[in-house]
Every structure is written in C-alpha cells, then in structure tokens.
C-alpha cells in the first residue's frame, strides 16, 4: 500500500490539521490588511499621490514574478531529513515578522520620492520573505495528503484560520488607527508602526508552527536530482499550463484573486465616500465605526460560507460551490453599484453581506483543486513538480494584485479623487463612479468568467481516485492497461491526446519498495 494513503484519526489528526491550517493566517491576513488599507497608508500617511502608490504594490509585484517561479523551483530541488517543503517555512518566519514591520514605517525619510523608493525596497524585502513561506506552504498539502476528500478537509481548515486571520487584524488595525476621515491619517503614523510589528508577529510565527506540526510523506517520486538550466524551467512552465485542466484552474484562481483584491481594497473608500465613517455605540464593544462594521460584516458571511461549501464539495464535487456563491456575490455588488449617500445604511449592509458570503469561494474553491493538480501533472509527464506549480500561482496572484492596485490607482486619479473630495459633501458622480467601477463592475464581469471555466471540471472524488490507483501501478509495474473509456478520461482531464501522456507509455520501472527504499537512503545519507 503506498504509505500515504493512511488517514490518521483522534488527536493527533487534529493536530495535524490545526498546525497545517494556521499557516495560512499569512496568506489570509496579510492579503486583507495591504489590499484594506496600505493604498490609503501610502497616500493619507505618508503623502504619496495616488499614481506613486499604486506604482509601490505594482512594481514589486515585477519582483514577485521573478523570485516566486525560483523559489518554486528550489523547493522541488531540495532534499533534507524534514522533507523539501517544511525547512522553507521555518527559514521565513523572521524575516516575514522584520520585513512587514518595515512596511509601515517610513524610518524617519522625509520627501515624496525618497518615500516611494524606500517603500518600493521594503515591499520587495517583503514580498520574498512572504514567499519564502507561502510557495512551500502551497506545495505542502499534496506531499502530506494523498486523499482527495482529506485534502478538501485540510484545505477548508486553512480557509477558516485564514478567515480568522483576516477579522482579527482588522480588529486590530481598527483599534490602533480609529479614522474617521482621510486627513485623520497622518496623525497615527506612530500607531502603524506598532501596529505593523503586531501583524508582523501574528503572521510569522504560524509559519514555525506548521513546520513544527507537518510531515511530507516520503516515497513520493522526485525530480530533485534533475539538473534545471533556465530553459528547462521556463519548458517546465509551459508544461504545467498545456494541461487544460490547470489553465482552467488557473485562470480561476486568477480571477478569484483579482475579485478578492478589487472588492477588499474599494471598501474602504467606498464607505468614506459615500458615508464618511460613521460612528455607532454597541454593547460590549464600545464606539465602532461603519468601516469596522463593513469589513467584519463581510468577513463574519464569509466564513459563514465555509460551511455550506464544504458540504457542497464533499456531496457534489470540489469547485461546485461556485455556482452557488458567484450569483450571490453578483447580487451583493449590483445592490452597491445603486448605493448613493442618500441610501439607508441597512440596505448599504446588505449589500456588503451578500458580497461576503459570496467572496467564500473566491479563495476557497482554488486553494482546494490546486493540490490536486501535481497528480495531472504526473499523469502526463511522469513527474511532481508541487513547488514550480506553487511558484506559478504566487506569482500569479501578486501580479494580479498588483495590477489591482495599478488599475484602482490610476481610476482614481483618472477620475480626480483626492482628500479634497473623499467625503459624502464633496463627492460627485464622476469620482464615485470611479470607485464602483473596480468594487462593482470589474469584479462581476470576473465572476461571470469564473463560472463559465467552471463548467465541465473533469477532476472529481471518483476521477481523481482512478488517476492516482493507475499512476500507482504504472510506477510499479512500468506499464498498465486501460479500458478505452479510462484513456478518455485520461485524454480529457489532460487535454492532450492519450497517445501523449506519461501514463501511455510502456517502459521498465524499479518496483515501488525498491524505489521507496532509495528514496529513503538518500535520506538518510542527507541526514
């Protein structure tokens, strides 16, 4: 029996999965605290222009998409006694806690442009400390878990200590930058140091506790002795992206993270805009403000969702929960693209509800079917490449997030929104329209693309079962017969003709105890 199809049970199950899941609180709060509030950071605080802004999130992501592929790559190349994935996570907490601390603080430099270059530096510093740890993070899950259904377990335990994440930092910057306009900004700059070092320590030390709590499986096949020139990496690449099924799970993770990024980073300004921050008294929590309310409101029905979603994967199939949620969250937006100042709060709220509860698949449903993907990837070119893959959807989402900064940035100052009119009384259709543009208008028409690349998702609970049993057999056997409607599947899921697939082939391989013990002397040689 292939020793990762043994499910664990009890305590240390729950371990296991706990450790797993918190370090995703990285991914999870980091994203919603940057694309909340580092744009108005930027230009309320530290005095840049809303172009320049939007230009520090924007050309770092230029860095992203050169260091995250790389790493990727050095992960499936690295070979110790933790495994290939866990020894990254531990490198990256300390500089994840040193390098976010220093995005919210300009150390004492005065001038516009010295402000924007040393920020610009700051964020690469960050964006490859932070990938340092969520590229191994992404690749962890397959080489833990072989089981499709325990993966989505796994994966629905990460969204929801993502989610927690989320809420608490926002509880947290709330309480330490309490605004109520825009000119409230440069006078807590003081605040937002202190509160980047809190965050700071809140997502780096999660990472240790994944390493601490995790174990890859060994016996896995692995390509870490390959000798990887440039070419070869990038030929890597363009293999991963010729299987049909991962351009289309790609491409809706793609547009998830542009929705995510777009909806999250309009709220704000959006309640400024058309509000001001209005301030209400509740019990227990004392005076809140409507921006505090909008953000957990939306993130309280987010992770609502989780549930239902869960339910809808395990009964119907992994990337069902799409077809529920995008038509709510298509709802959500359509009731806030007609708000205006003179809309009541309540209906303004629910609004921001629907869009919560419809934003839970927008991560959730990606981080699910991406682990499953490395086992397509082995169907057709015989190999597990976790950590290009990995590499490849980082690099994806900050680019998209970058140009979700670049895109609301130039908006807004295309269409003449400054601090002289982010106020109900001085707000006017054209700079308003700027703001629904990218909170309502953009992210529906992505959504109506997610749902259409949803359709007819080949990789299902009984699919992915037959995939990994004849991937087993051909490994020990060096060669399997199929039916003629398994080379259809096969053919389908991978979008490339059988003929040309791994599995296909007819060649001598060792038997898997033999390959299992080599694999675990070259470990031990390494200890």
């Given at each position: 029996m292939n020793p990762t199809q043994t499910k664990e049970r009890g305590l240390k199950k729950v371990w296991h999965v706990t450790a797993y899941a918190v370090g995703f609180a990285l991914d999870g709060g980091v994203g919603q605290v940057l694309s909340l509030y580092y744009l108005y950071f930027l230009m309320y605080a530290m005095g840049l222009s809303p172009v320049l802004?939007?230009?520090?999130?924007?050309?770092?992501?230029?860095?992203?998409?050169?260091?995250?592929?790389?790493?990727?790559?050095?992960?499936?190349?690295?070979?110790?006694?933790?495994?290939?994935?866990?020894?990254?996570?531990?490198?990256?907490?300390?500089?994840?806690?040193?390098?976010?601390?220093?995005?919210?603080?300009?150390?004492?430099?005065?001038?516009?442009?010295?402000?924007f270059f040393y920020f610009i530096f700051v964020y690469m510093l960050f964006s490859t400390a932070s990938s340092i740890g969520i590229v191994p993070y992404d690749a962890l899950l397959p080489r833990m878990i072989d089981d499709y259904n325990e993966r989505t377990d796994y994966s629905s335990y990460r969204m929801i200590f993502s989610g927690i994440a989320s809420v608490a930092s926002t509880y947290i910057y709330e309480a330490l930058i309490p605004v109520k306009t825009t000119a409230d900004y440069a006078n807590y700059t003081h605040n937002f140091a202190v509160m980047g070092m809190i965050l700071g320590a809140m997502f780096a030390v999660p990472l240790?506790?994944?390493?601490?709590?995790?174990?890859?499986?060994?016996?896995?096949?692995?390509?870490?002795?390959?000798?990887?020139?440039?070419?070869?990496?990038?030929?890597?690449?363009?293999?991963?992206?010729?299987?049909?099924?991962?351009?289309?799970?790609?491409?809706?993770?793609?547009?998830?993270?542009?929705?995510?990024?777009?909806?999250?980073?309009?709220?704000?300004?959006?309640?400024?805009?058309?509000?001001?921050?209005?301030?209400?008294?509740?019990?227990?929590?004392?005076?809140?403000?409507?921006?505090?309310?909008?953000?957990?409101?939306?993130?309280?029905?987010?992770?609502?969702?989780?549930?239902?979603?869960?339910?809808?994967?395990?009964?119907?199939?992994?990337?069902?929960?799409?077809?529920?949620?995008?038509?709510?969250?298509?709802?959500?937006?359509?009731?806030?693209?007609?708000?205006?100042?003179?809309?009541?709060?309540?209906?303004?709220?629910?609004?921001?509800?629907?869009?919560?509860?419809?934003?839970?698949?927008?991560?959730?449903v990606p981080s699910a079917l991406m682990p499953d993907l490395p086992d397509v990837d082995e169907l057709i070119y015989g190999k597990r490449?976790?950590?290009?893959?990995?590499?490849?959807?980082?690099?994806?989402?900050?680019?998209?997030?970058?140009?979700?900064?670049?895109?609301?940035?130039?908006?807004?100052?295309?269409?003449?929104?400054?601090?002289?009119?982010?106020t109900p009384e001085q707000a006017d259709f054209t700079s308003m329209l700027a703001v629904k543009l990218m909170l309502c208008v953009l992210p529906i028409a992505c959504a109506a693309g997610m749902l259409l690349l949803s359709r007819n998702y080949k990789l299902n609970a009984e699919s992915h079962a037959i995939v990994k049993k004849r991937i087993a057999q051909k490994r020990e056997?060096?060669?399997?017969?199929?039916?003629?409607?398994?080379?259809?599947?096969?053919?389908?899921?991978?979008?490339?003709?059988?003929?040309?697939?791994?599995?296909?082939?007819?060649?001598?391989?060792?038997?898997?105890?033999?390959?299992?013990?080599?694999?675990?002397?070259?470990?031990?040689?390494?200890?």
């Open positions: 802004a939007g230009l520090v999130a924007s050309l770092t992501k230029i860095w992203d998409g050169i260091i995250d592929p790389v790493i990727g790559l050095l992960v499936d190349k690295t070979n110790t006694k933790w495994g290939k994935c866990r020894p990254w996570l531990l490198a990256s907490v300390v500089p994840v806690f040193i390098t976010y601390s220093l995005l919210w603080t300009n150390l004492g430099i005065e001038g516009t442009w010295g402000k240790g506790i994944t390493f601490l709590g995790s174990k890859e499986h060994k016996g896995l096949q692995d390509d870490a002795q390959e000798h990887y020139t440039f070419k070869e990496t990038l030929r890597g690449y363009g293999e991963l992206l010729k299987s049909r099924l991962y351009r289309k799970c790609y491409a809706m993770t793609m547009l998830g993270a542009f929705n995510q990024y777009a909806i999250v980073s309009t709220l704000v300004i959006f309640v400024l805009l058309v509000y001001s921050n209005l301030n209400y008294t509740v019990p227990l929590l004392g005076t809140i403000t409507l921006t505090f309310i909008t953000v957990n409101l939306k993130g309280g029905f987010e992770i609502a969702f989780f549930v239902p979603n869960i339910i809808a994967m395990k009964k119907r199939s992994k990337h069902f929960p799409l077809l529920i949620d995008l038509p709510i969250l298509a709802a959500g937006l359509i009731i806030l693209l007609l708000i205006t100042p003179q809309t009541p709060v309540w209906l303004f709220l629910l609004g921001v509800s629907l869009a919560g509860a419809g934003t839970s698949c927008l991560g959730f490449r976790e950590g290009v893959s990995a590499g490849l959807v980082k690099m994806g989402k900050q680019v998209v997030q970058g140009l979700a900064f670049l895109i609301f940035s130039l908006l807004l100052a295309g269409f003449g929104l400054d601090e002289s009119n982010t056997e060096g060669s399997v017969q199929l039916s003629s409607q398994e080379q259809e599947l096969f053919a389908d899921i991978a979008g490339l003709p059988y003929e040309e697939l791994w599995i296909a082939r007819q060649e001598i391989q060792p038997q898997l105890g033999d390959s299992l013990a080599a694999h675990e002397a070259a470990l031990t040689r390494n200890e």
